[in-house]
């Protein structure tokens, strides 16, 4: 196996999905479908950007339990090298509605995730790469360790705040090459640095590539990179703003997992284009547009020929 060029240290969580027409409403009971697989945004990442092509390490936690114990397996078929802690916490695991119209909703209790450490992390493996990738659903002083150790080795650090968090420390931001939020995080970014407040997702429909990227800038992050749903991604960089639109023609099934599929393959496209970022995002935006079009999560990221082929319209 090559050497990894993508390192992702974060969560896995085992998804447990249901699937029915719509959500209940307090006190009801309905019906659906049942499904279970890998899942968790660290994991999910990892996958996308294996998929996508890069060579992709992941490092997390995980139980002493059946869902834990099936991992090394499921990791070694998708061609990852995996890192694994056991800890005495369970395994992370989400349960997700998902009704008719794809959206969904997430439960998600994170177990070992919260105890994964700086020591869990192999000596070398972090200065090897090319980008270093983190999300809340680990401790957050962890994000922090591995940052330091990517900053000090000259690798690129990429940072989704998903999801927000209460005890978020801003200072991480100052470790933080890429920042990719999405609105809601977007939103929660921007009060908490004082760069907006009571702003909401209405104000973001409605405001301006300009004026999103003048806030953008008040972040302090190189490169924000706002995933935006049905509108595609701004990216703002010191050079200004610039705007990439959705695939259309796409049939939507299953959101779940669309953001950490634009997350890796992001990353998958910042190696594959040697740093590029707009490159990057236009891969990572066909990465995600091709997973909301089947169920699931890491079953939903596509391979790298479904990639370029959606990229290059044939």
Known sequence: MSTPQVVVVGSFNQDLTWT????PRPGETITGRFKSGPGGKGSN???AAARAG???AFVGAIGDDPFGHALPAFYDSEGIRHHLAVKDEPTGNAGIWVESSGENEIIVALGANLVLESGDVPEGLIEDARIVLCQHESSLALNHDVFVRARDAGVATLLNPAPMREDFDPAILKLTDI???????FIAL??????????????????NINDMHALCRKFDVPTVVVTLGSRGCLISSADGPKQIPVHSGITVVDTTGAGDAFVG????????????IIEAAKFGNATAALSVTKPGTAPSMPQRAEIEKLLSGS
């Not at 920042?179 to 995080?185: A, D, G, R, S, Y």
């Open 265 to 276: 393959g992001f990353a998958a496209g910042y190696c594959k284009s040697d740093g590029n």
């Open 45 to 47: 990442q990892a996958v």
């Open 179 to 185: 920042l990719v939020p999405n609105e809601t995080e």
């Open 190 to 207: 921007a009060e908490i640095l004082g760069a907006a407040s009571g702003l909401t997702e209405d104000d973001m429909a409605a405001m």
């Open 54 to 56: 890069a060579a992709t």
């Open 20 to 23: 029915t027409l719509k959500f």
